[in-house]
């Protein structure tokens, strides 16, 4: 009887979380037509993503969700993803929520050789600009395909946006069938990688610009064949400065979802070659070349992006256990605060090379990043308290702000960061040509000319369901604000990119430690 009470206590008590729930539907179809089987993930920045799948009603429930601010992220197969955020608030479930999915474009053409042959086994590639932290722009491979026996292939269901098609020979390898291909002599033949329509340099290519529910055809290449190179060095431990056995890879830069990539076995010890290996079968172009090792408990990596132009002889490769980033973090005013909330990220410059995992702060401001492997990178922080922001960060003389901290074999001086404790908040909402409000839209508050150069000012949210949006954190000073329907993250802080909006944005001048309100003209997507 006594336990009985004290669940039912227990229950009473509970605080109940709300639910939300909502449904996937085709946004094509005339009527309602439900979509089965949708992956549906929930997110938020203060805990791990929550993930399901649609129901044959196409609906979804999530249950016991704390109140607080979600990205709500569906996808579906031959559909493009879309993404809604939703704020929950204690006591008041969402049931609301209805998303509907566009049909994902989908791309096809031919190959051919310079005798109008069709060509089997060539992979093709669509190819998307991507930005990195500081705005430094590269490419992506986003979905990849290899033609038939006709030469023919097909990229489906790719996101909404412009690309560069490139088509470049795979080469064979034991044991793994490809398509029959016409050509008797096609292994023997190499074709360098071609961008659309025709060339070799990737900045001749054309761009494709692509809409939910294109399917876009006629996008043919003719290659020319071409000799290989290939790419000979040592790799070695740079603490011991011993070759060693390991497997050594190459794979084109941007190439998030190629196949394509070379390997090769360096020579284990006690040869006296150890540490020695040869890429065969290369093609002119940049890559990234990787490599890990095991010594006893410690793993050792590397990661070096390489521009290959012909044959090289001597590459060089050092693994490393990457180094410990550390620093503390303190308010300008010299007040108290708990930290433990904020997180630091170290965001490697160049989108291509790898940045390591976040690093918790502790109560009294410390942190540690590990395993960084040498390179350049920016420095972010998440969940600042109120509306602190991060005004300076040196580690020793070197400003970490206006600047990428280079990190070489070893750990650079302690990063001494302040945070100003002045900043101000500024609350919106997106609207349209005709007044109404715009969900999911990309704003960001963008300072004046002389201080585009620094990323931390930069302030970036998505509006709501209800299209608002709340900054936080907003340093002094004069600024912009956009707010894009559709924008590649990162894509603000190029200087050329924001120019050809720069008349679009709406001026404002933030004094320290204010409040301020704006409505803002979403800017359509093309």
Same mark, same amino acid.
């Given at each position: 009887?006594?336990?009985?009470?004290?669940?039912?206590?227990?229950?009473?008590?509970?605080?109940?979380?709300?639910?939300?729930?909502?449904?996937?539907?085709?946004?094509?179809?005339?009527?309602?037509?439900?979509?089965?089987?949708?992956?549906?993930?929930?997110?938020?920045?203060?805990?791990?993503?929550?993930?399901?799948?649609?129901?044959?009603?196409?609906?979804?429930?999530?249950?016991?969700?704390?109140?607080?601010?979600?990205?709500?992220?569906?996808?579906?197969?031959?559909?493009?993803?879309?993404?809604?955020?939703?704020?929950?608030?204690?006591?008041?479930?969402?049931?609301?929520?209805?998303?509907?999915?566009?049909?994902?474009?989908?791309?096809?053409?031919?190959?051919?050789?310079?005798?109008?042959?069709?060509?089997?086994?060539?992979?093709?590639?669509?190819?998307?600009?991507?930005?990195?932290?500081?705005?430094?722009?590269?490419?992506?491979?986003?979905?990849?395909?290899?033609?038939?026996?006709?030469?023919?292939?097909?990229?489906?269901?790719?996101?909404?946006?412009?690309?560069?098609?490139?088509?470049?020979?795979?080469?064979?390898?034991?044991?793994?069938?490809?398509?029959?291909?016409?050509?008797?002599?096609?292994?023997?033949?190499?074709?360098?990688?071609?961008?659309?329509?025709?060339?070799?340099?990737?900045?001749?290519?054309?761009?494709?610009?692509?809409?939910?529910?294109?399917?876009?055809?006629?996008?043919?290449?003719?290659?020319?064949?071409?000799?290989?190179?290939?790419?000979?060095?040592?790799?070695?431990?740079?603490?011991?400065?011993?070759?060693?056995?390991?497997?050594?890879?190459?794979?084109?830069?941007?190439?998030?979802?190629?196949?394509?990539?070379?390997?090769?076995?360096?020579?284990?010890?006690?040869?006296?070659?150890?540490?020695?290996?040869?890429?065969?079968?290369?093609?002119?172009?940049?890559?990234?070349?990787?490599?890990?090792?095991?010594?006893?408990?410690?793993?050792?990596?590397?990661?070096?992006?390489?521009?290959?132009?012909?044959?090289?002889?001597?590459?060089?490769?050092?693994?490393?256990?990457?180094?410990?980033?550390?620093?503390?973090?303190?308010?300008?005013?010299?007040?108290?605060?708990?930290?433990?909330?904020?997180?630091?990220?170290?965001?490697?410059?160049?989108?291509?090379?790898?940045?390591?995992?976040?690093?918790?702060? +502790?109560? %009294?401001?410390?942190?540690?990043?590990? #395993? &960084? @492997?040498? /390179?350049?990178?920016? !420095?972010?922080?998440?969940? *600042?308290?109120?509306?602190?922001?991060?005004?300076?960060?040196?580690?020793? +003389?070197? %400003?970490?702000?206006?600047?990428?901290? #280079? &990190? @070489?074999? /070893?750990?650079?001086? !302690?990063?001494?960061?302040? *945070?100003?404790?002045?900043?101000?908040?500024?609350?919106?909402?997106?609207? +349209?040509?005709?007044?109404?409000?715009?969900?999911?839209?990309?704003?960001?508050?963008?300072?004046?000319?002389?201080?585009?150069?620094?990323?931390?000012?930069?302030?970036?949210?998505?509006?709501?369901?209800?299209?608002?949006?709340?900054?936080?954190?907003?340093?002094?000073?004069?600024?912009?604000?956009?707010?894009?329907?559709?924008?590649?993250?990162?894509?603000?802080?190029?200087?050329?990119?924001?120019?050809?909006?720069?008349?679009?944005?709406?001026?404002?001048?933030?004094?320290?430690?204010?409040?301020?309100?704006?409505?803002?003209?979403?800017?359509?997507?093309?």
């Amino acid at each position: 009887m006594i336990a009985t009470l004290l669940l039912l206590l227990l229950q009473v008590a509970a605080p109940t979380q709300p639910a939300l729930s909502g449904m996937v539907v085709d946004a094509r179809a005339p009527f309602l037509q439900p979509l089965f089987d949708a992956r549906v993930e929930l997110v938020s920045d203060s805990s791990s993503p929550l993930t399901l799948r649609t129901d044959a009603n196409g609906r979804f429930v999530f249950s016991n969700v704390r109140a607080g601010r979600y990205r709500v992220s569906v996808s579906g197969q031959g559909f493009l993803r879309k993404t809604r955020t939703v704020t929950l608030v204690a006591g008041q479930p969402r049931n609301d929520i209805v998303i509907g999915l566009d049909a994902a474009p989908t791309i096809y053409g031919r190959i051919k050789d310079t005798n109008n042959v069709p060509i089997a086994n060539i992979l093709v590639e669509a190819i998307k600009v991507v930005y990195g932290p500081r705005g430094d722009r590269s490419v992506a491979s986003v979905e990849s395909a290899l033609s038939d026996d006709r030469g023919e292939y097909h990229l489906y269901w790719l996101d909404s946006g412009d690309y560069y098609i490139r088509a470049s020979a795979l080469m064979p390898k034991p044991g793994v069938p490809v398509p029959a291909n016409p050509l008797a002599n096609s292994f023997n033949t190499f074709f360098a990688p071609t961008y659309y329509p025709g060339f070799r340099d990737p900045k001749d290519a054309a761009t494709i610009h692509l809409r939910a529910g294109a399917n876009l055809s006629a996008f043919d290449f003719r290659l020319q064949p071409t000799s290989t190179v290939d790419l000979w060095g040592n790799i070695s431990s740079y603490g011991t400065g011993e070759g060693v056995g390991t497997l050594v890879t190459a794979m084109p830069a941007g190439a998030v979802a190629s196949v394509q990539k070379f390997e090769g076995k360096s020579i284990s010890p006690p040869d006296k070659n150890a540490g020695d290996f040869k890429l065969n079968g290369m093609f002119p172009g940049t890559f990234i070349v990787s490599a890990q090792f095991s010594q006893g408990s410690q793993k050792l990596t590397v990661h070096r992006k390489f521009t290959l132009k012909g044959t090289e002889r001597a590459f060089i490769l050092k693994l490393s256990p990457g180094s410990a980033v550390s620093g503390g973090i303190a308010a300008e005013s010299g007040a108290a605060l708990d930290l433990r909330s904020v997180r630091v990220a170290l965001d490697s410059t160049d989108p291509d090379l790898p940045s390591p995992e976040i690093a918790a702060v +502790d109560r %009294d401001g410390q942190f540690a990043v590990a #395993r &960084v @492997e040498p /390179g350049e990178y920016a !420095i972010r922080m998440v969940n *600042l308290p109120g509306e602190a922001y991060l005004k300076s960060a040196k580690s020793g +003389d070197a %400003d970490t702000l206006s600047k990428p901290l #280079r &990190v @070489e074999y /070893g750990s650079p001086p !302690i990063i001494r960061a302040v *945070l100003g404790m002045d900043g101000s908040r500024l609350e919106g909402t997106v609207v +349209d040509g005709a007044g109404r409000a715009v969900p999911d839209a990309t704003v960001v508050l963008v300072p004046d000319l002389a201080r585009r150069d620094a990323p931390e000012l930069y302030r970036i949210e998505t509006s709501g369901d209800d299209g608002r949006f709340t900054l936080h954190g907003i340093p002094p000073g004069e600024y912009k604000l956009f707010a894009w329907e559709s924008i590649e993250p990162n894509a603000y802080l190029y200087s050329s990119y924001l120019g050809a909006y720069e008349n679009r944005g709406t001026a404002f001048n933030v004094p320290a430690s204010s409040s301020g309100t704006a409505t803002v003209r979403v800017i359509p997507a093309d």
